[in-house]
């Protein structure tokens, strides 16, 4: 049993890296992420984790410089956010393609614009495509916890790939939370020492990334996405072993929260799922019987573990906190690979799509009941809505009614809410402890 | 082509860099005539072949048909019916006759005669298929005076046509694909060398060609199975067999062991480290090996032929200096650094042994 | 030794610390055990490859390369293969400078952790001039600023080589490359000059106690110089001036003529800078005129005598700062 303490995402990232025992460090600052390496640079400092670390100069080098060190065989540790994590995207190919299993956390932020320091899944989302494990912590506990789990998943010798922990900034990455550290004895057995078959060894010399034929491009890529394949398959297991050693088990790909009755759920991942909690359990009060689902990986992404689950609700409410301008239905990822998972489930239910959060801007409990009516309206009427709105007009109306709306800005179809104020400082209507409840 | 039986790929097989214009102004012009003369055609150059470097085997193509080409985007001609070299050591370096479509051609610019460059062909089902050949002495490509490269895909036909002219005429000639009338018409001013080429073209019907072997050559297709982006290293003092380069040669370094002194300057000039000094010890094994060295098909044995053993020299006792033809480009600095000159360059052609193919897939 | 320049990192308080530094003293005397292996799709008579044969020699098996696009990636490796017999790395064209960064500190870490138990190796960044001077100069500053334990060699052939000869800030003015065709509105083609890429290291990284600029035309002169650098602890850089036959126009025999030309002409000079004192290693007895260097190259066809004189000019100016402006004797 380890120690509890009281402390932020970020701070509880830098006590899983050390108890990771990570020899490379390379920092450069960006909020919010930069608690954690301020805390990492402290430890180092005072002796308590024995790493080097490299002041990079600029997130381009830290992912270059830990992925050298990575190369050389080392456990490595770098981390980003918001248009840091854009700035070093030619880098995250080759640490994916070459298989080096660097560990990058993300807390969250939006790019520019808006640029504030608001939390955004956005620029997390942009890099989905490039090979690399990535999913959210919707605590610090998670935080700590996700550090440890992505190191024992991508060193697996049958994956080798690259991680981006990802947490929402300020919410999960600022705010201080309960946290549970593990002892020495509970890392050492779940986590071992980072041995990769191949490195760059003067003893033992390789040929790392060689120019290849077009020929050859297909069949490199394969060796990619069956790794990829290979973690969703292995995750299960990870999840076993962290839950026999650590005595805290998770769901390894939906955490579902009160859905055994539930009609309509609030589909998402990260910091908003854990404010949905609480208003499901208020909607519950009121009669209405909301649950929530929590995606655990948005890559590998649990195609089957989606269309299976899911397929049982009257209604999904995905709450969409990344954008993909011009996108299926105008929305973001996870709103496109939530109705990919689904085309081929036999029992699809119907899917709203929410906007929300966007720039950072916070969700109220308020907000969330909003969405629960509109939800439960559509799975009155078995169909989703015909409302029309002022922003995206058109936009989600592929075979039906509109089922995408930008949180705040329109109304929800024909849940007969007029009004959906989110910001917390916006112009009453909805907002508020007590509006509309 | 059993997929487009009208459609015509010719290959123009060429050194990098300094003959890329040159294959170019064919492949072009070509390409220009049959499209003068009513056929959809399609000119350039080998994708995987670049970036073109200096001496490498290189690959320019055009397409003609008389209908819509099928198969538009592919980075190869996969049967060509006409192969032209710009020189005779691509024939003997290269695969060039791969898939070569059945009564196809081959035209090397060459001073030598039909029969020595049937000669170099080794691979006999190839052999099977080519109806002619014929040779042409057009001269040596211009040494390009400007820097030569990203001009991939370029349809330059800048530039005074010579040897590019002369090779057309013979093309016109041997192949009628396109008329002289045409490609004069096209461009004037290279008539005189186009006439020239046609004029003095010298053919030869294969003696082996067997008319009854009409099927194509499969296309390969890529390799399948996934491939590994970390690979193991060679060996120190090795070499990467990967990417056997021997056939960039036109020349080969010849080495005098008698003048020669040991003094190891051509060793430290060679940036490919083909030239490896004879240790004492090694000397009189040397001499032994000379008598059994030489090479066979795919880059064989003939890695460390001692010049002297098909070069005409006197026997190999007291070698000092062991040239790697395996790999040796025929760049041409070990001759140019000697201090007592007593490594000469000698034809490539001038030797039966020390054939070396590319071992990547073309 | 010229006032000018003592300033270049002289005064900083870093110590330097050489060990096992050995002297090859001619070419007979030269290490014979090649880590760069025939077999790679450079050109007949490539320079670089020739600067990367000599390095290796030079640095032995205990050593780890890593290799930013450019020729020295796509030519040597096309075919998913690689001629070295020591461990090599891909890097980005940006990123050579973070890579070996990241590889010194893993070996720092391991072998202070005991996961490691060999010694610690020769850590080589083996970058073009547009990996070194251009987009990869933020990553060469980062790597030389922090001290790390690695020697950074820029293999300079003038300009972006393996995408088909364009314009780099080390192109020489006046040099016809794809991107700069000389042509009546641009008639001298390359209309600046280039980027002082040693000094700049120089002068702005206080941590890099060595650094030297070598040519492929003086083969003991360049080992020797990788091995001094490899035997200073800390950052270490050399600029090695390495002739293409594909990009200058001309014949593949001529690379080591070109890069001597280059030296006599003062085009190129031979010279360390150790601890912030300057040493010029070689001064051509008999200056030769850069029109001589011009004349030799079809890259500098087009240039009228105003422009090579400008050249010429440049050229004197820089060989002023080194204290080696002698006459050029009448011919």
Same mark, same amino acid.
């Given at each position: 049993?380890?120690?509890?303490?009281?402390?932020?995402?970020?701070?509880?990232?830098?006590?899983?890296?050390?108890?990771?025992?990570?020899?490379?460090?390379?920092?450069?600052?960006?909020?919010?992420?930069?608690?954690?390496?301020?805390?990492?640079?402290?430890?180092?400092?005072?002796?308590?984790?024995?790493?080097?670390?490299?002041?990079?100069?600029?997130?381009?080098?830290?992912?270059?410089?830990?992925?050298?060190?990575?190369?050389?065989?080392?456990?490595?540790?770098?981390?980003?956010?918001?248009?840091?994590?854009?700035?070093?995207?030619?880098?995250?190919?080759?640490?994916?393609?070459?298989?080096?299993?660097?560990?990058?956390?993300?807390?969250?932020?939006?790019?520019?614009?808006?640029?504030?320091?608001?939390?955004?899944?956005?620029?997390?989302?942009?890099?989905?495509?490039?090979?690399?494990?990535?999913?959210?912590?919707?605590?610090?506990?998670?935080?700590?916890?996700?550090?440890?789990?992505?190191?024992?998943?991508?060193?697996?010798?049958?994956?080798?790939?690259?991680?981006?922990?990802?947490?929402?900034?300020?919410?999960?990455?600022?705010?201080?939370?309960?946290?549970?550290?593990?002892?020495?004895?509970?890392?050492?057995?779940?986590?071992?020492?980072?041995?990769?078959?191949?490195?760059?060894?003067?003893?033992?010399?390789?040929?790392?990334?060689?120019?290849?034929?077009?020929?050859?491009?297909?069949?490199?890529?394969?060796?990619?996405?069956?790794?990829?394949?290979?973690?969703?398959?292995?995750?299960?297991?990870?999840?076993?072993?962290?839950?026999?050693?650590?005595?805290?088990?998770?769901?390894?790909?939906?955490?579902?929260?009160?859905?055994?009755?539930?009609?309509?759920?609030?589909? @998402?991942?990260? !910091?908003?799922?854990?404010? =949905?909690?609480?208003? #499901?359990? *208020?909607?519950?009060?009121?009669?209405?019987? %909301? /649950?929530?689902?929590?995606?655990?990986?948005?890559?590998?992404?649990?195609?089957?573990?989606?269309?299976?689950?899911?397929?049982?609700?009257?209604?999904?409410?995905?709450?969409?906190?990344?954008?993909?301008?011009?996108?299926?239905?105008?929305?973001?990822?996870?709103?496109?690979?939530?109705?990919?998972?689904?085309?081929?489930?036999?029992?699809?239910?119907?899917?709203?799509?929410?906007?929300?959060?966007?720039?950072?801007?916070?969700?109220?409990?308020?907000?969330? @009941?909003?969405? !629960?009516?509109?939800?439960? =309206?559509?799975?009155? #009427?078995? *169909?989703?809505?015909?409302?029309?709105?002022? %922003? /995206?007009?058109?936009?989600?109306?592929?075979?039906?009614?509109?089922?995408?709306?930008?949180?705040?800005?329109?109304?929800?179809?024909?849940?007969?809410?007029?009004?959906?104020?989110?910001?917390?400082?916006?112009?009453?209507?909805?907002?508020?402890?007590?509006?509309?409840? | 082509?059993?997929?487009?039986?009208?459609?015509?790929?010719?290959?123009?097989?060429?050194?990098?860099?300094?003959?890329?214009?040159?294959?170019?102004?064919?492949?072009?012009?070509?390409?220009?005539?049959?499209?003068?003369?009513?056929?959809?055609?399609?000119?350039?150059?080998?994708?995987?072949?670049?970036?073109?470097?200096?001496?490498?085997?290189?690959?320019?193509?055009?397409?003609?048909?008389?209908?819509?080409?099928?198969?538009?985007?592919?980075?190869?001609?996969?049967?060509?019916?006409?192969?032209?070299?710009?020189?005779?050591?691509?024939?003997?370096?290269?695969?060039?006759?791969?898939?070569?479509?059945?009564?196809?051609?081959?035209?090397?610019?060459?001073?030598?005669?039909?029969?020595?460059?049937?000669?170099?062909?080794?691979?006999?089902?190839?052999?099977?298929?080519?109806?002619?050949?014929?040779?042409?002495?057009?001269?040596?490509?211009?040494?390009?005076?400007?820097?030569?490269?990203?001009?991939?895909?370029?349809?330059?036909?800048?530039?005074?046509?010579?040897?590019?002219?002369?090779?057309?005429?013979?093309?016109?000639?041997?192949?009628?694909?396109?008329?002289?009338?045409?490609?004069?018409?096209?461009?004037?001013?290279?008539?005189?060398?186009?006439?020239?080429?046609?004029?003095?073209?010298?053919?030869?019907?294969?003696?082996?060609?067997?008319?009854?072997?009409?099927?194509?050559?499969?296309?390969?297709?890529?390799?399948?199975?996934?491939?590994?982006?970390?690979?193991?290293?060679?060996?120190?003092?090795?070499?990467?067999?990967?990417?056997?380069?021997?056939?960039?040669?036109?020349?080969?370094?010849?080495?005098?062991?008698?003048?020669?002194?040991?003094?190891?300057?051509?060793?430290?000039?060679?940036?490919?480290?083909?030239?490896?000094?004879?240790?004492?010890?090694?000397?009189?094994?040397?001499?032994?090996?000379?008598?059994?060295?030489?090479?066979?098909?795919?880059?064989?044995?003939?890695?460390?032929?001692?010049?002297?053993?098909?070069?005409?020299?006197?026997?190999?006792?007291?070698?000092?200096?062991?040239?790697?033809?395996?790999?040796?480009?025929?760049?041409?600095?070990?001759?140019?650094?000697?201090?007592?000159?007593?490594?000469?360059?000698?034809?490539?052609?001038?030797?039966?042994?020390?054939?070396?193919?590319?071992?990547?897939?073309? | 030794?010229?006032?000018?320049?003592?300033?270049?990192?002289?005064?900083?308080?870093?110590?330097?610390?050489?060990?096992?530094?050995?002297?090859?003293?001619?070419?007979?005397?030269?290490?014979?055990?090649?880590?760069?292996?025939?077999?790679?799709?450079?050109?007949?008579?490539?320079?670089?490859?020739?600067?990367?044969?000599?390095?290796?020699?030079?640095?032995?098996?205990?050593?780890?390369?890593?290799?930013?696009?450019?020729?020295?990636?796509?030519?040597?490796?096309?075919?998913?293969?690689?001629?070295?017999?020591?461990?090599?790395?891909?890097?980005?064209?940006?990123?050579?400078?973070?890579?070996?960064?990241?590889?010194?500190?893993?070996?720092?870490?391991?072998?202070?952790?005991?996961?490691?138990?060999?010694?610690?190796?020769?850590?080589?960044?083996?970058?073009?001039?547009?990996?070194?001077?251009?987009?990869?100069?933020?990553?060469?500053?980062?790597?030389?600023?922090?001290?790390?334990?690695?020697?950074?060699?820029?293999?300079?052939?003038?300009?972006?080589?393996?995408?088909?000869?364009?314009?780099?800030?080390?192109?020489?003015?006046?040099?016809?490359?794809?991107?700069?065709?000389?042509?009546?509105?641009?008639?001298?083609?390359?209309?600046?000059?280039?980027?002082?890429?040693?000094?700049?290291?120089?002068?702005?990284?206080?941590?890099?106690?060595?650094?030297?600029?070598?040519?492929?035309?003086?083969?003991?002169?360049?080992?020797?110089?990788?091995?001094?650098?490899?035997?200073?602890?800390?950052?270490?850089?050399?600029?090695?001036?390495?002739?293409?036959?594909?990009?200058?126009?001309?014949?593949?025999?001529?690379?080591?003529?070109?890069?001597?030309?280059?030296?006599?002409?003062?085009?190129?000079?031979?010279?360390?800078?150790?601890?912030?004192?300057?040493?010029?290693?070689?001064?051509?007895?008999?200056?030769?005129?850069?029109?001589?260097?011009?004349?030799?190259?079809?890259?500098?066809?087009?240039?009228?005598?105003?422009?090579?004189?400008?050249?010429?000019?440049?050229?004197?100016?820089?060989?002023?700062?080194?204290?080696?402006?002698?006459?050029?004797?009448?011919?």
């Amino acid at each position: 049993m380890g120690k509890q303490v009281r402390v932020s995402g970020c701070k509880a990232v830098a006590e899983a890296v050390k108890a990771a025992n990570v020899d490379v460090i390379a920092s450069y600052p960006i909020r919010p992420y930069t608690g954690t390496m301020v805390e990492l640079a402290r430890m180092v400092a005072e002796g308590e984790l024995d790493a080097e670390f490299v002041h990079a100069e600029g997130e381009h080098a830290q992912l270059s410089v830990v992925l050298g060190a990575s190369a050389a065989g080392a456990r490595v540790f770098t981390g980003s956010a918001g248009v840091g994590v854009t700035y070093a995207f030619e880098v995250y190919s080759p640490t994916s393609g070459e298989f080096h299993p660097v560990q990058c956390m993300i807390a969250n932020r939006t790019l520019d614009p808006p640029g504030d320091f608001g939390s955004e899944h956005t620029e997390a989302m942009a890099t989905r495509d490039q090979g690399w494990i990535m999913g959210w912590a919707a605590s610090p506990q998670e935080a700590y916890d996700n550090t440890l789990i992505y190191y024992r998943l991508g060193e697996d010798p049958r994956v080798m790939l690259p991680q981006f922990p990802c947490q929402d900034g300020y919410f999960v990455s600022h705010i201080s939370g309960p946290v549970e550290l593990a002892d020495p004895g509970q890392v050492k057995e779940f986590l071992p020492e980072f041995r990769p078959a191949r490195a760059l060894d003067p003893r033992r010399p390789v040929i790392m990334g060689p120019q290849c034929h077009a020929d050859q491009g297909a069949a490199i890529e394969l060796g990619r996405a069956e790794a990829m394949r290979n973690a969703r398959e292995i995750i299960p297991q990870v999840y076993d072993e962290f839950a026999r050693i650590f005595g805290r088990r998770y769901d390894p790909f939906l955490e579902e929260y009160k859905t055994d009755d539930a009609e309509v759920v609030f589909f @998402g991942q990260g !910091a908003h799922t854990v404010p =949905a909690r609480l208003a #499901a359990d *208020r909607l519950r009060a009121q009669g209405l019987k %909301v /649950g929530v689902v929590q995606l655990r990986f948005m890559r590998p992404f649990p195609t089957d573990a989606v269309a299976e689950r899911l397929a049982r609700f009257k209604v999904v409410g995905i709450i969409e906190n990344s954008n993909s301008f011009g996108s299926a239905f105008d929305a973001g990822p996870l709103t496109a690979e939530v109705h990919a998972s689904l085309y081929y489930a036999e029992n699809r239910p119907q899917i709203l799509t929410f906007l929300a959060g966007l720039g950072g801007e916070n969700i109220r409990l308020g907000a969330y @009941g909003e969405m !629960a009516r509109a939800m439960h =309206a559509a799975a009155q #009427a078995g *169909r989703v809505g015909d409302g029309a709105g002022h %922003v /995206g007009e058109g936009a989600g109306r592929v075979g039906g009614g509109k089922h995408v709306f930008w949180l705040g800005f329109e109304p929800l179809g024909d849940a007969g809410v007029e009004h959906v104020a989110a910001s917390e400082d916006g112009d009453g209507g909805s907002d508020g402890e007590g509006g509309g409840w | 082509m059993a997929l487009q039986p009208n459609l015509i790929e010719v290959t123009v097989w060429y050194r990098g860099v300094v003959e890329g214009r040159l294959a170019r102004q064919v492949t072009n012009s070509l390409a220009d005539a049959a499209q003068t003369e009513g056929s959809y055609v399609q000119a350039f150059d080998n994708y995987t072949d670049l970036p073109d470097r200096v001496y490498v085997p290189c690959r320019s193509y055009a397409r003609i048909c008389p209908e819509p080409i099928a198969e538009p985007y592919t980075y190869v001609n996969s049967n060509p019916s006409l192969v032209v070299c710009t020189d005779a050591a691509l024939v003997k370096g290269c695969n060039v006759l791969k898939g070569i479509d059945p009564g196809g051609t081959l035209i090397v610019n060459t001073r030598r005669d039909p029969e020595f460059v049937l000669g170099l062909v080794k691979d006999l089902p190839q052999k099977a298929r080519l109806k002619k050949v014929a040779t042409l002495d057009a001269g040596t490509a211009h040494q390009p005076n400007t820097p030569q490269g990203g001009i991939e895909g370029s349809t330059e036909k800048a530039g005074t046509m010579r040897t590019a002219a002369a090779l057309l005429g013979a093309i016109a000639k041997v192949t009628g694909m396109v008329s002289l009338e045409t490609l004069t018409k096209k461009a004037p001013a290279a008539a005189e060398m186009m006439a020239h080429g046609y004029a003095f073209v010298r053919e030869l019907a294969n003696p082996d060609y067997d008319p009854n072997d009409t099927a194509s050559e499969a296309a390969e297709f890529g390799r399948r199975g996934k491939v590994d982006l970390i690979v193991p290293a060679p060996l120190p003092n090795g070499s990467q067999e990967g990417h056997i380069t021997g056939n960039y040669r036109l020349q080969r370094p010849v080495v005098d062991q008698k003048i020669c002194t040991a003094c190891k300057i051509c060793w430290v000039s060679c940036p490919d480290a083909c030239i490896t000094m004879v240790k004492d010890d090694e000397a009189a094994a040397a001499a032994a090996a000379a008598g059994e060295a030489d090479g066979g098909l795919d880059g064989g044995a003939d890695g460390a032929v001692p010049a002297a053993a098909d070069g005409g020299g006197s026997a190999a006792t007291g070698e000092k200096v062991k040239v790697n033809l395996k790999y040796c480009k025929g760049c041409g600095i070990c001759w140019n650094v000697c201090p007592l000159k007593c490594i000469k360059p000698v034809d490539e052609l001038d030797f039966a042994g020390g054939v070396v193919r590319i071992t990547y897939s073309i | 030794m010229p006032e000018t320049i003592k300033w270049l990192g002289s005064e900083a308080p870093t110590e330097v610390r050489i060990e096992g530094y050995q002297e090859i003293k001619n070419v007979k005397d030269a290490p014979d055990v090649e880590y760069y292996v025939p077999g790679h799709r450079t050109c007949a008579g490539c320079g670089p490859a020739l600067a990367y044969r000599l390095t290796a020699l030079a640095s032995g098996k205990n050593t780890i390369f890593a290799g930013p696009t450019g020729c020295m990636y796509v030519a040597n490796t096309s075919y998913l293969c690689g001629p070295w017999a020591v461990p090599w790395i891909h890097t980005q064209i940006t990123n050579g400078g973070a890579v070996i960064s990241g590889i010194e500190a893993s070996y720092k870490a391991m072998i202070r952790k005991k996961k490691y138990d060999g010694e610690f190796p020769n850590i080589i960044c083996f970058a073009g001039d547009g990996g070194s001077a251009d987009i990869g100069l933020q990553a060469l500053s980062g790597c030389m600023y922090r001290g790390h334990d690695v020697l950074f060699i820029c293999y300079d052939n003038e300009s972006y080589a393996n995408t088909g000869i364009q314009t780099s800030p080390m192109t020489p003015y006046g040099a016809h490359t794809t991107f700069t065709p000389p042509g009546p509105v641009v008639p001298e083609g390359k209309k600046t000059f280039p980027k002082d890429l040693l000094k700049m290291v120089a002068a702005g990284h206080p941590a890099v106690k060595y650094l030297a600029t070598a040519s492929i035309a003086y083969p003991v002169d360049l080992m020797n110089k990788v091995r001094k650098a490899l035997a200073h602890k800390g950052p270490t850089f050399m600029h090695i001036h390495a002739p293409c036959p594909k990009g200058w126009a001309f014949e593949s025999s001529k690379t080591l003529d070109i890069g001597k030309l280059a030296v006599d002409t003062g085009m190129w000079t031979l010279y360390e800078i150790v601890n912030g004192q300057v040493k010029v290693n070689y001064a051509p007895r008999r200056r030769k005129p850069v029109a001589e260097y011009v004349q030799a190259q079809g890259r500098f066809g087009h240039l009228t005598p105003e422009m090579t004189e400008r050249l010429q000019a440049f050229v004197d100016s820089k060989l002023a700062e080194l204290g080696l402006l002698v006459p050029i004797p009448a011919v």
